[in-house]
């Protein structure tokens, strides 16, 4: 599985950033969707996942402002990011969780939310 993010950028405060991961190669055995995010001297956390069970959790510091889809007929896993904080800044990154592989990472995009 290979993941390719894309969507980031620099948006004011009370904006909107849509985010999107293209996932290709085998993807039969994916059993969560996540996208995590770390900032300039933070832990990185996990902001939003779809399990397969159909599940969708959020991290509290995003619920209500962040949505998470996937789009399987074009292989994609988007964040919508609505109503942007300062606090938002960080690389974003779009991750998966394998049945039969280690976790698979795509590479990071920047979202920078200027006050």
């Known amino acids: 599985v290979q993941l390719q993010a894309s969507g980031g950028g620099l948006v004011q405060a009370g904006g909107s950033l849509r985010l999107s991961c293209a996932a290709s190669g085998n993807t039969f055995d994916i059993t969560a969707i996540s996208w995590y995010r770390q900032a300039p001297g933070k832990q990185r956390e996990r902001v939003a996942a779809?399990?397969?069970?159909?599940?969708?959790e959020y991290s509290d510091s995003v619920r209500g402002r962040f949505t998470i889809s996937r789009d399987n007929a074009k292989n994609t896993i988007d964040l919508q990011m609505d109503s942007l904080k300062p606090e938002d800044t960080a690389v974003y990154y779009c991750?998966?969780?394998?049945?039969?592989?280690?976790?698979?990472w795509g590479q990071g995009t920047q979202v920078t939310v200027s006050s």
């Open positions: 779809i399990l397969t069970s159909g599940r969708i």
């Open positions: 991750q998966v969780d394998r049945l039969y592989g280690p976790s698979i």
